[in-house]
């Protein structure tokens, strides 16, 4: 019995973001178990056109399987509705508009709009799964069949970090003793750029000027947002030692991980943060705000925050970089979780979402 095609689709796909990089991760097990499989979005960075296809392209037939993964709002979501196919979602949850109005209004109109476009495609979807169950009770709550639902973490191909670092890029960052601290996301409002910069004015005046902080992202979208915070730096009158980061190739993403002392998030809303595994699969201790599923990813690892106090916060930061006793604790118990995310296991989990659909 030929096997039916399982095609994904979403409403934008982003050079190196999480959702993205996802998609391409299940393509490549959806291929590994068989299937035929492509990927169909509305909005693309032109990076990523070689492996994207766009959405109104599709022809729908009712044999195949479509996983649709709903972050946002946008038309992709009527075009999916309206198709013959079978539909497992894949919820991604939804930034409160809230955080990015005044940024970029039309992108916190789509996302206002999201959860009704949500409810509307609910009736026509089969089974969802959230990436975390933070996400997936989300779903819950709006009245979708609890037993209809599981999750199924983010897929996080850990051997591409096993490469060749940029060695002058090490050496400068490890130069005269100094200790950097990093936060790899996009730049947008929910994860609170302006948070991490003030704890780190705090550290590096109070406790070690040998310190940087590094800031990875794309501020695509998000420019006034962007300036807002270069403009925070430079009052604060700690420009040289902080580092703003765009586009980077991933050598370079890849040495700044491997070259961090602590990673340090502030960000009030997370519907999973991939960031978390990868600090933890690299042993770089973990220091986090507890925000949306942040402590639910990192299930007992790393070190969690419920206020922001910056000035506890800049002690804790110090205390986790200067004793190593507490950061082989620390690290230990990282090492320990992150095997729960392995991509054998995650990949079974899709296997039986996907029988339990088609069977």
């Not at 399982?6 to 999480?18: C, E, M, P, T, V």
């Not at 050598?251 to 933890?280: I, Q």
Request: net charge negative; glycine share 8%.
């Amino acid at each position: 019995m030929t096997k039916p095609a399982i095609h994904q689709f979403a409403a934008n796909l982003s050079f190196g973001d999480a959702i993205s990089n996802d998609m391409l991760e299940i393509k490549a097990a959806l291929i590994r178990m068989g299937y035929e499989s492509r990927i169909y979005a509305q909005y693309m960075d032109e990076r990523m056109s070689k492996h994207f296809n766009l959405f109104n392209e599709y022809g729908g037939d009712k044999e195949n399987l479509i996983l649709f993964h709903a972050s946002i709002g946008g038309e992709v979501f009527d075009f999916v509705k309206n198709l013959p196919d079978k539909k497992i979602m894949i919820y991604h949850n939804m930034t409160p508009p809230e955080f990015l109005a005044g940024y970029n209004d039309h992108l916190a109109n789509l996302l206002t709009s999201g959860p009704m476009k949500i409810k509307e495609i609910l009736p026509y979807i089969s089974y969802v799964v959230g990436d975390s169950d933070f996400n997936r009770r989300d779903i819950v709550d709006m009245g979708f069949d609890e037993t209809k639902t599981d999750v199924l973490p983010i897929f996080v191909d850990f051997q591409k970090y096993d490469r060749p670092l940029n060695v002058n890029l090490q050496r400068d960052l490890k130069a005269n003793g100094m200790k950097n601290i990093l936060f790899v996301g996009r730049f947008v409002p929910n994860k609170c750029h302006e948070d991490l910069i003030k704890a780190f004015y705090i550290y590096h005046r109070h406790f070690n000027k040998k310190s940087r902080l590094i800031l990875i992202g794309n501020s695509d979208g998000m420019e006034n947002y962007y300036l807002r915070l270069r403009k925070l730096v430079k009052m604060l009158e700690i420009e040289p030692f902080v580092v703003f980061g765009e586009h980077v190739d991933f050598d370079d993403l890849a040495t700044y991980y491997k070259s961090a002392d602590l990673f340090l998030s502030m960000s009030e809303h997370e519907g999973f943060l991939v960031p978390v595994l990868e600090c933890f699969h690299l042993g770089i201790p973990f220091l986090a705000y507890k925000g949306g599923a942040v402590s639910e990813t990192m299930g007992g690892g790393g070190v969690l925050f419920e206020k922001k106090d910056f000035g506890e916060l800049a002690k804790m930061m110090h205390q986790i970089i200067i004793d190593e006793a507490f950061k082989k604790e620390i690290v230990g118990r990282q090492r320990d979780r992150v095997h729960n995310f392995h991509r054998g296991h995650v990949e079974k989990k899709l296997e039986a979402v996907i029988s339990k659909v088609l069977n």
